[in-house]
Nanobody, 123 residues
């Protein structure tokens, strides 16, 4: 069974940090493009960061310099280190995966695997 399971969400004050993790199973992890999306109440789900199968990252402008996406192929785990969190970062964060190279990376429909989400609340 193919699965993506996120963890690491929580409640923090503005300026704080969190690290999200996403453990993948059931497919060849290293050959997939992996991404983090988020969805705030009443808003569309948006791409936050992506890392391709060569390890190259991309970010939405609003998180550049604050968030870092990384992955550990040996552990089949994707990470999102989030620093200097702001209230606009509040939302449900989802891990997503797609085989091979995809472009543009921030389009939700390009991903066929999704986790259940983890909540991040910044006050």
């Amino acid at each position: 069974e193919v699965q993506l399971v996120e963890s690491g969400g929580g409640s923090v004050e503005a300026g704080g940090s969190l690290r999200l993790s996403c453990v993948a199973s059931g497919y060849t992890y290293a050959s997939y493009c992996m991404a983090w999306f988020r969805q705030a109440p009443g808003k569309e789900r948006e791409g936050v960061a992506e890392i391709d199968d060569d390890g190259r990252p991309s970010y939405v402008d609003s998180v550049k310099g604050r968030f870092t996406i990384s992955k550990d192929n040996a552990k089949n785990t994707l990470y999102l280190q989030m620093n200097n969190l702001q209230s606009d970062d509040t939302g449900s964060y989802y891990c997503a995966a797609a085989p091979g190279y995809i472009t543009p990376w921030h389009v939700r429909n390009h991903y066929n695997l999704w986790g259940q989400g983890t909540q991040v609340t910044v006050s």
